[in-house]
């Protein structure tokens, strides 16, 4: 079956500027995460969405929002870049219970300049 | 707050060497628990998870880990590691209380000698 699929895979943008990434959670998976990966900082836990709706926020400003459409398709806004917004996001799909594993797409690397 | 803990950020092992990565968490209550790796250049995969049963699971590769519930630590290992083992090991845990969370631990770069 088809993995998750994240789009575009790289991405430059300027301070300031706005992005929208978006991410295709496998055929069935309701729940869908997003994370930003920096190196030292690991995984950092930005929203979680399920059935459309969010389920559980991390600890990120408001210029980090999402949202999921009625076919688990997930969108995650960055508003207002900043130079530290640089790094890699990540998106995961599940099942949306703890005890199934989190398949992950292969991120978007984003740079800010 | 709950939170994962993975105390070595950085290890190098030469091949054949031992390897345990720990992993500890901070919940009370019932966790179901996974190790997943990130090989460089490709994304993350499962490793090894834990719902329920036996405290020790095979994973692939050769992998194991140990849940030890007293110890709150699922922790990593592998007798004799290869060179085609060096990439980035993310413990994670997930919950459901009242909501639910799924949480990572901040990662550990492991880079194997050949």
């Known amino acids: 079956k088809a993995g998750v699929t994240q789009t575009p895979r790289y991405l430059i943008k300027t301070r300031g500027q706005q992005v929208t990434l978006s991410c295709s959670p496998i055929?069935?998976?309701?729940?869908v995460s997003w994370y930003q990966q920096t190196p030292g900082q690991g995984l950092q836990f930005l929203f979680e969405?399920?059935?459309?709706?969010?389920?559980n926020k991390g600890n990120f400003p408001g210029r980090f929002s999402g949202r999921q459409f009625s076919n688990s398709r997930s969108e995650m806004n960055v508003s207002t870049l900043e130079l530290g917004d640089s790094a890699l996001y990540l998106c995961?799909?599940?099942?949306?219970?703890?005890?199934?594993?989190?398949?992950f797409g292969q991120g978007t690397r984003l740079t800010v300049v | 707050a709950q939170s994962v803990s993975q105390h070595n950020h950085h290890v190098i092992l030469s091949e054949a060497a031992s390897l345990e990565l720990g992993c500890n968490y901070s919940y009370g209550g019932t966790v179901n628990l996974f190790w997943y790796v990130q090989y460089p250049g490709q994304h993350l995969q499962l490793l090894l998870k834990?719902?329920?049963?036996?405290?020790l699971v095979k994973g692939i590769k050769g992998f194991e880990a140990e849940f030890i519930k007293s110890k709150f630590s699922f922790n990593l290992r592998k007798p004799s590691v290869q060179w085609s083992d060096t990439a980035e090991y993310f413990c994670?845990?997930?919950?459901?209380?009242?909501?639910?969370?799924?949480?990572f631990g901040t990662g550990t770069r492991l880079k194997v000698l050949a």
């Open positions: 055929s069935g998976h309701r729940s």
């Open positions: 994670a845990v997930s919950i459901t209380s009242g909501t639910y969370k799924y949480i």
């Open positions: 995961a799909s599940s099942f949306g219970t703890a005890n199934t594993e989190a398949f």
């Open positions: 969405y399920f059935s459309e709706t969010q389920r």
């Open positions: 834990y719902f329920s049963g036996d405290p």
